[in-house]
C-alpha cells in the first residue's frame, strides 16, 4: 500500500490534528524502514570491520611519516591511523558515519514531502484533512526519527568495533560521535525539506542537500590546509561535525546548538514557504 493511501486511510479513523499528524510521521517512519534498516546494517558491518582490522595493522601504522598522519588529521579531523581512536575515526566517524546519516536524512525529507507532489498524491492526503503545516511538521519528525534510529547502528557499530579491536573508545566518544553525526545530518535534512518546499521535486531537493553536504566537507577538510584560510572552515556545519573531535574528546554542546539553530531556522523557512506556495497533486 502506497504512503498517501496508507497515509489517508489511518488519517480518517482519527479526529483530532495531533492524531492526524502522527498518523502521517508514523507510516512515513514505517515507508523508510528498509532504507534505515540496510544504512543501520552497513553502520554496524563497518565498526565490527574496523575493529578487527586494528590489531593485525597497528604496528605497520606505528611507523608511518609524521608528516603523512598529520596531513590526514587536517583533512579528516581527528583521524591518526597511529592511534585506535584516529583509525576508528578515520576509517568509519569522519566520513561513512556522516554520510550514511545524511543519505537517511536527505532521501526521507525529499521523498516524503517533494515525493508526494511528484506522484500527485498530496491532495488526496490534504483532504483528509491535514492542514499544510502539520503535513510539513509530521515529514519533518519522521525524517528526523529515522535519522535518530539509523544512528542507533552506528553507535552499536562503534560499540562492537571497540570491542572486537579493543580501541579504548569511552562511552562519551561513542556517545559525542553519534549526537554530532546526527545533528550534521538533520541539519541537511533540513535543507532538503527547505527546497522539497519550496519546488515540490524530489529530485532536485535531494540533489542540492546532497551537493552542498558534499561542498560542506570539501570547505571542512581543505581550507584549514592554509593558515589564511582556516578560519573560513567555520562557515561550513562540517565544522561543528568534526573540528572537536568528539569520539575522543565526547560532545561539544556549543557545536551542537549551531547545529541545531540552524536545522530549526531551515525549517522555519520551510514552514513560510510551503504555506505560501501553489502546491501541485
Known amino acids: 500500500m502506497s504512503t498517501t493511501s496508507t497515509s489517508t486511510a489511518t488519517a480518517r479513523h482519527t479526529t483530532s490534528a495531533p492524531a492526524q499528524a502522527l498518523a502521517v510521521t508514523r507510516v512515513a517512519i ?49 583521524s591518526d591511523l597511529t592511534t585506535p581512536v584516529g583509525w576508528m575515526n578515520a576509517e568509519m566517524v569522519s566520513l561513512v558515519l556522516p554520510a550514511g546519516l545524511i543519505a537517511v536524512a536527505v532521501l526521507s525529507a525529499a521523498k516524503d514531502i517533494a515525493g508526494e507532489e511528484q506522484t500527485k498524491t498530496l491532495g488526496v492526503l490534504m483532504s483528509a484533512p491535514v492542514s499544510r503545516t502539520s503535513f510539513l511538521l509530521a515529514k519533518s ?13 552506528a553507535a552499536a557499530g562503534i560499540l562492537l568495533g571497540n570491542s572486537i579491536g579493543d ?59 592554509s ?28 557545536h551542537l546548538a549551531v547545529l541545531g539553530i540552524t536545522s530549526l531556522v531551515l525549517l522555519a523557512l520551510a514552514l513560510v514557504a510551503y504555506t505560501r506556495r501553489d502546491l501541485r497533486g
Not at 562511552?171 to 519546488?199: F, K, N, P, Q, Y
Open 30 to 78: 514505517r515507508d523508510r524502514v528498509p532504507l534505515v534498516a540496510v544504512i543501520a546494517l552497513v553502520m554496524v558491518a563497518m565498526g565490527a570491520l574496523t575493529g578487527a582490522l586494528w590489531p593485525s595493522l597497528k604496528d605497520a601504522f606505528a611507523d608511518l611519516p609524521t608528516d603523512l598522519s598529520d596531513g590526514l588529521g587536517t583533512i579528516l579531523a581527528g
Open 141 to 153: 519528525a519522521a525524517m528526523i526519527i529515522n535519522v535518530l534510529l539509523a544512528t542507533i547502528g
Open 167 to 225: 580501541l579504548g573508545v569511552d562511552t562519551a566518544g561513542v556517545w559525542g560521535a553519534s549526537v554530532h553525526g546526527a545533528m550534521l545530518a538533520i541539519a541537511i535534512g533540513a535543507i532538503a525539506v527547505l527546497v522539497s518546499a519550496l519546488t515540490g521535486e524530489p529530485r532536485l531537493s535531494s540533489s542540492v542537500a546532497a551537493g552542498l553536504a558534499g561542498l560542506a566537507f570539501a570547505l571542512n577538510a581543505f581550507l584549514p590546509l
Open 227 to 254: 593558515d589564511g584560510l582556516a578560519d573560513y572552515a567555520q562557515a561550513s556545519p562540517w565544522y561543528y561535525f568534526a573540528d572537536s573531535n568528539p569520539l575522543a574528546n565526547g560532545a561539544d554542546y556549543v
